[in-house]
């Protein structure tokens, strides 16, 4: 396994806060990464784009602050996730913004660009792709990112259908690098597990949303707690590309969960429209996302009372006798 130079002696355990659309505000990256966990957020959360610029500023300068308060234990690094799909209209402007504040991670999705692994490279900053097969993970190492993010069965919102297991060794089998699992880890048992199948890092994003200082809504919050792996249904409808959804939300929203049609892939969007809004609303803000491992998230905690979970039962995790 292979952990990269920006993460030594920064992680109070091996995981990376996955960037979670509308939810992952300052906020919450701010409180993982105090906590020793990588914070992350997409890019097209600052609404409008000019936001960004300010939310950069921000998170640099209190995780500065903090780091010279805490020099024996300091913050996690913080990441920035950009769409590379084709209807991001804001990737240029982003990206910008990014080598302008010296981002120390770029987590790219929904396609691989060598020209971006370059200008992160360039800056100092490393790229991880998140990926949900083989080919895309070929592909990502091939055009210059540093590390994947294994997408595997069960993982929330846009979520691939391989188990970890077959996954990440297939992956091992040609890559050295650092590796993210993503799927179902929403427990310090399954960070271990992870660790265990030969992942550098768990890639964790439904647990989080339960958590304080996410941008949920309250019942969001609380159907996170409320649900379970039966909760949970598979469908491309929403975006056009398949993803985990909550079933509460589906029937909330009038539909059938378990008689859903099927979305044209060419219709999916992930860019916004002139006025800055998402150019397909309902999907996130009304069909709500989420993993397999919400049986795991009991109630709503501080994101930092969340890790410290996460910390002890990672810390006292073993295998039980034959």
Known sequence: MSMPALFEGRLSIPVIGAPLFIISVPDLVIAQCKAGVVGAFPALNARPPELLDEWLARIREELAAYDKAHPEAPSAPFAVNQIVHRSNNRLEHDLALCEKHKVPMIITSLGAREELNQAAHRWGGIVFHDVINQKFAHKAIEKGADGLILV?????????????????????????GPIALSGAIANGRAIRAARMLGADFAYIGSAFIATREANAV??????????????????????????????????????????LPTSDPSMMSFGTDASGERAKPKAWKE????????????????AAELIGRFKKEYDGAFDPPL
Not at 152 to 167: K, L, N, Q, R, T
Not at 229 to 256: C, Q, R, W
Not at 291 to 301: E, F, P, R, T, Y
């Open 152 to 176: 595997s069965a069960g993982a929330g919102g846009h979520a691939g259908v391989i188990s970890p297991f077959a996954f990440v060794a297939e992956t091992r089998a040609w890559f050295e």
């Open 287 to 302: 069909i709500w996302g989420s993993g397999q491992g919400v049986g795991s998230v009991a109630k709503i905690l501080p």
């Open 218 to 259: 309250e019942g969001y919050k609380q159907m996170i707690t409320n649900s379970s792996a039966e909760d949970i249904v598979y469908s491309n409808l929403f975006t056009g590309v398949h993803g985990n959804y909550l079933k509460p939300s589906i029937m909330a929203a009038g539909m059938d969960p378990d008689n």
